[in-house]
């Protein structure tokens, strides 16, 4: 197959426009619904700064401020129905350097391959929580060794490739292998999340604290005092986690909540092929992003009348700052359970089916984040591919299934590049901190140069300014400029954290962009490539 005959295969397979409403709704919760769920609703008060937040608040304020990032991404593909159309969207507004960088930055550092490398360690991490929380119920020490097993680095590593190979086979067979996945892995979970959850009402605190006793050597009291009063204990000091006034405290906590919605954006760049995407997406966006804000904020009500907000945050506490001591109170032979939803939900049911089948629906939680942002990914490569930007050879499908397979192999072999680097980066907590507080500020720069597209649509051209006829010149701009504005706040905050270390890599990752986007251009314009013309039309798909 030529070029020309692969471009047209692809273009026919784009244009099918086989998603749906449902697919819409599904992807915009899948994205985000996962890490915010399992762990930050249960974990997030164990840190100096947000012990004595209201988490359910912060996650309602999170979402309320993540409101406007999620509806210029809803705008942005229903206005601009085409593959990657954020990446379209800030190319044909602003500058192809700005697309670039934005789009890269997103996709390397950010949303993308980083992120599915670590997700895909917590995937198979709260497998080996569910299986030491079951062996711990049942008494198997078989059951709890499986766990340890799994969180060995080595196997937990071997467990990414698999998950990465379904991925990579998934995206091999086309659209229809992605909804079945996209279906199981996300309504099953949510199906039997709500189930749990409301089985468990009236979220007794006593039948929790009676349980958890029972399994861990009457240390529910004991983890409450040694982590709020300090002291020292069997020769080890303890610094007290002191509670912060109610509203310094959730303030904190939105900072972490908001992170918890990051994800929404993913729904955007599949806009070629979904079906009436102007109503399809206004739709599916507004009705995935209220249940995933419901979802958000009524977890931590759930969970906290469960365990108990005290309880929850010097477990969290100890976990994270001294995990031998922890150890020793709880008189634990395996590994600790994690500060986790699944941690909190098998203690108070103290059954092995219900651990089992909550840790399941843990995972797939995390199944769907990777399968919508793998195939995102893809996106973005074919997307770059066509305006000229990356190798041509990414943009050639396969004939049978219509799918660019190379842009599929490479986001296979660079998940495995990058889960061999997530072994090492999570081996080494100040590395991983660092790589999160990256990640988090290549996705507030995509952020804010989406914002500022919005903004400046306008002033662009008449004929991009034509596509988006549902909405005023002054809506376009306001809302643009919130976005702008909250992602250079995101920004901002990230880089208050930043050490010369950090600003010195950082500086190094996008000069290495730059300088790759000068690189590529300039090789393509002397083979006749012309970008202002490429940038001064919308893509056919």
């Known amino acids: 197959m030529n070029e020309e005959e692969s471009f047209l295969v692809f273009r026919a397979y784009l244009l099918r426009r086989e998603f749906t409403l449902l697919d819409v709704f599904l992807w915009v919760i899948a994205a985000p619904l996962a890490s915010g769920l399992i762990y930050y609703s249960v974990s997030a008060v164990g840190f100096h700064g947000y012990y004595g937040g209201v988490v359910y608040l912060a996650f309602l304020l999170g979402g309320v401020i993540f409101l406007p990032i999620t509806l210029a991404f809803m705008v942005t593909a229903s206005s601009l129905p085409r593959s990657a159309s954020p990446y379209v969207l800030s190319t044909r507004s602003l500058s192809v350097l700005a697309g670039y960088i ?95 959850l409301l089985s468990m009402y009236p979220f007794s605190n006593s039948v929790f604290k009676s349980n958890w006793d029972k399994l861990f050597n009457n240390s529910y009291q004991a983890i409450i ?165 990356m190798p041509r050879l990414l943009s050639k499908v396969s004939r049978k299934y219509s799918v660019p397979f190379y842009s599929n192999l490479l986001i296979y072999i660079l998940s495995v590049v990058v889960a061999l680097l997530t072994v090492y980066i999570r081996s080494q907590p100040a590395l991983e901190h660092a790589f999160l507080r990256y990640m988090n500020l290549g996705y507030a720069v995509f952020v804010a140069i989406i914002g500022l597209s919005l903004v400046n649509i306008p002033l662009a051209s008449r ?63 002397r083979r006749g490539v012309v970008y202002e013309e490429l940038v001064s039309r919308v893509p056919q798909m």
């Open 463 to 525: 004929s991009l300014r034509g596509w988006f006829k549902h909405m005023r010149e002054w809506q376009l701009r306001f809302l643009g400029l919130i976005v702008f504005i909250t992602g250079f706040l995101m920004a901002g905050f990230d880089l208050m954290w930043f050490s010369l270390r950090d600003l010195a890599v950082i500086s190094v990752i996008l000069t290495g962009v730059v300088a790759s986007y000068i690189a590529v251009t300039g090789y393509m314009k």
């Open 225 to 389: 005092s040694i982590a709020l009063q300090g002291g020292v204990v069997n020769g080890s000091i303890v610094e007290p986690l002191k509670p912060v006034d109610m509203w310094s405290g959730t303030i904190s906590l939105v900072t972490m909540a908001m992170w918890a919605y990051m994800g929404v954006e993913a729904a955007s760049f599949i806009a070629s092929e979904v079906k009436d995407p102007s109503r399809t997406y206004r739709r599916g966006y507004i009705a995935g992003y209220l249940l995933l804000l419901a979802i958000y904020t009524s977890t931590p009500v759930a969970i906290t009348s469960l365990a108990g907000y005290d309880f929850l945050a010097a477990y969290s506490y100890l976990y994270h700052s001294n995990p031998v001591l922890l150890k020793s109170l709880m008189r634990v032979e395996g590994p600790l359970p994690s500060p986790s939803m699944v941690t909190v939900i098998s203690v108070y049911t103290n059954s092995v089916f219900s651990t089992m089948l909550f840790t399941i629906t843990a995972f797939l939680l995390y199944f769907d984040t990777l399968l919508v942002t793998w195939v995102s990914a893809v996106r973005i490569l074919f997307t770059l591919s066509e305006d000229h930007l």
């Open 102 to 196: 934005a789009t890269v930055v997103y996709l390397f550092i950010s949303g993308g391959l980083l992120s599915i490398g670590f997700l895909a360690f917590s995937s198979i991490g709260v497998i080996g929580d569910g299986l030491i929380l079951g062996g711990y119920i049942s008494g198997s020490r078989i059951l709890a060794g499986l766990g340890e097993y799994l969180k060995n680095p080595a196997i937990a590593f071997i467990s990414t490739l698999v998950v990465f190979t379904i991925l990579f086979f998934a995206e091999s067979y086309g659209r229809r292998m992605v909804k079945i996945l996209l279906y199981a892995s996300t309504i099953t979970p949510l199906v039997i999340y709500l189930a749990v």
